[in-house]
């Protein structure tokens, strides 16, 4: 059975940092394209990084230069490294798998993000 637990959220302030993590258990993150999402009160659940199995990654417009996705292979887990947090990025932070070829995709349980002004 897949899980992705996730770690790392917290209240930050503005500007501050954070870099969330996501475990991985029952399958490789070299096998899946990996990525983050982020839904905040009120709106849809948006993609912000993603790093395939092949180690390519894309950003979602608002964070890119700012969030940085990466995966580190002997320990199973991605991070995602959040720098210059902004108002705009409250939310809950999903990590999601998407195991190639076969197409399961799995979900984390979600941390949160706040960041004060």
């Known amino acids: 059975q897949v899980q992705l637990v996730e770690s790392g959220g917290g209240l930050v302030q503005a500007g501050g940092s954070l870099r969330l993590s996501c475990v991985v258990s029952?399958?490789?993150?070299?096998?899946?394209?990996m990525g983050w999402y982020r839904q905040a009160p009120g709106k849809q659940r948006e993609l912000v990084a993603v790093v395939r199995s092949g180690g390519g990654t894309n950003y979602a417009d608002a964070v890119k230069g700012r969030l940085i996705i990466s995966r580190d292979n002997d320990k199973n887990t991605v991070y995602l490294q959040m720098n210059s947090l902004k108002s705009e990025d409250p939310a809950v932070y999903y990590c999601?798998?998407?195991?190639?070829?076969?197409?399961?995709?799995?979900w984390g349980q979600g941390t949160q993000v706040t960041v004060s002004s």
């Open positions: 999601h798998a998407v195991r190639e070829w076969i197409g399961r995709e799995t």
């Open positions: 029952g399958t490789s993150v070299r096998l899946n394209s």
